[in-house]
């Protein structure tokens, strides 16, 4: 596509529920990060993925959070047993790999997600 | 680890005037990429400048341009004519060149308002 697509674009759910927020990188792009952003502050680093794998997930809070990128393009973070805290803008970026060269990383519009 | 300081969380300046942005950041890697992201009220993260640092020159982009101090671990942002679509957060983010994939790591943001 044009550019890194995210949906939904807004999602409200309460606290205990479920929920899925999908990523759909620049088509070509072998690397893929999830970012969270809290209100106020930058964004924070959360998972990176190399293909179908997940090369760094350091920053994934606990194990309420987990992402998938089964086919190597589109990408699902899963966040089980939501709490309050879990509210913030979640952002999805993308770039091309080509060996040790990164190039720019682009980013989408971001899934804002409010924990009732 | 890294980490990267914004010390300005706000900042104005009148249409056509220039403003500066400040950002330093810590890391005891020798090669790196700092950058400048605008981010508007659309939440996507749009990428302003970018400079590696194994280069001396200065990085310029049209009427934005840095001030890179390597020893000094200082990357300001000036913006020159300021415009009224200028007004938006601004982020400063390092990223690592000696691994392949590696991620942002981002301040704290400085919110620019235009004046006109």
Same mark, same amino acid.
């Given at each position: 596509g044009a550019g890194v697509s995210q949906t939904p674009s807004n999602k409200v759910t309460e606290k205990g529920k479920y929920v899925e927020l999908r990523c759909d990188p620049i088509s070509g792009h072998t690397a893929l990060y999830w970012y969270r952003q809290s209100l106020g502050q930058g964004p924070e680093f959360l998972i990176y993925f190399q293909g179908t794998g997940?090369? !760094? !997930?350091? @920053? &994934?809070?606990?194990?309420r959070f987990f992402a998938v990128r089964p086919e190597g393009s589109v990408s699902t973070l899963k966040i089980q047993?939501?709490?309050? @805290? !879990?509210s913030a803008v979640y952002l999805c970026a993308s770039s091309l790999i080509r060996g040790v060269r990164n190039t720019e990383a682009f980013f989408g519009q971001g899934t804002r997600l409010t924990v009732v | 680890a890294q980490t990267v300081t914004q010390s300005q969380p706000e900042m104005s300046v009148q249409e056509a005037e220039t403003v500066t942005l400040s950002c330093t950041y810590d890391t005891s890697e020798s090669d790196y990429y700092l950058f400048w992201y605008k981010q508007p009220p659309s939440r996507q993260m749009i990428l302003v400048i970018r400079q590696e640092a194994y280069k001396q020159q200065n990085a310029t982009e049209n009427r934005f341009s840095v001030n890179f101090q390597k020893a000094a671990k200082s990357f300001s942002l000036k913006i020159s004519d =300021?415009? &009224?679509? !200028?007004?938006a957060m601004y982020f400063c983010a390092y990223r690592s060149r000696?691994? =392949?994939g590696s991620r942002l790591t981002f301040g704290e943001g400085t919110q620019l308002t235009v004046n006109p």
């Open positions: 997940a090369a !760094d !997930d350091s @920053g &994934l809070p606990n194990d047993r939501t709490e309050r @805290g !879990d | =300021s415009q &009224l679509g !200028d007004a000696e691994t =392949s």
